[in-house]
């Protein structure tokens, strides 16, 4: 894990002293930041494979800057989030999050659980996914829609790559929980934070998002890729 470069956000100086010690001792390399200014200063000078992100921050909140961290790079981000709504960070893109107060050692293997989800998609060596003017890129976890690039989140992507890799399965939503997210999780909250991605990947690609032809809904089920969407 030496090559794993982390960021921690709080503007608490005892938590954020607290991880970046952990995680120092675990050989990853850490820096960090008390607010979204020198959270965004940070970000550009040590391009962060993962952001450890406080919800709330003294001059930005943290799904401000979850949004603006994304728009540049496929940054991983863990949430640190209140228990009054815990999956609030998952629908503006956290890969995960940890509700406060958190063990250290729950923090660490969620960091590692992410990092072992990008892993294995990289390793896997997939082939582009091509369908009419769509073009998926594995490799580059580039999207490609009648030539242009189209930015996407890195959750955005994994969620559109998993729903096109198997075009024709209806899956559910909490399929694609566990699938792209890696934890179970079948309330109606968890289904929702789907809905939101869903909707924003298919402002992103559809053509007239309100009637889609690539993401298409299953009544009472999920979701489906369309392979024969021009």
Request: include cysteine.
């Amino acid at each position: 894990m030496a090559s794993v470069k982390i960021l921690v956000v709080d503007d608490d100086p005892a938590i954020r002293n607290l991880i970046s010690r952990y995680l120092s001792q675990q050989d990853y390399q850490v820096e960090t930041a008390s607010d979204g200014y020198s959270a965004l200063e940070r970000f550009e000078q040590f391009n962060p494979d993962l952001v450890v992100l406080d919800l709330n921050l003294p001059d930005t909140t943290g799904l401000a800057l979850c949004r603006e961290m994304q728009s540049q790079t496929h940054v991983l981000i863990l949430m640190l989030t209140s228990e009054q709504d815990p999956k609030l960070g998952l629908k503006e893109g956290a890969d995960d999050f940890v509700t406060k107060p958190f063990d250290l050692e729950e923090l660490s293997l969620r960091i590692k659980a992410i990092l072992k989800r990008r892993m294995s998609m990289s390793n896997l060596d997939p082939q582009n996914l091509t369908y009419g003017d769509l073009i998926i890129d594995p490799h580059r976890r580039e999207v490609y829609l009648k030539g242009e690039l189209v930015i996407f989140s890195a959750l955005e992507f994994n969620l559109l790559y998993c729903l096109a890799s198997k075009p024709g399965r209806a899956w559910k939503r909490a399929e694609l929980l566990q699938k792209v997210w890696g934890f179970e999780d079948d309330s109606i909250e968890g289904g929702r934070v789907i809905d939101v991605h869903i909707g924003q990947i298919r402002k992103k690609i559809e053509p007239d998002p309100k009637n889609p032809s690539f993401i298409l809904t299953v009544r009472s089920v999920g979701y489906r890729f369309n392979s024969e969407a021009r």
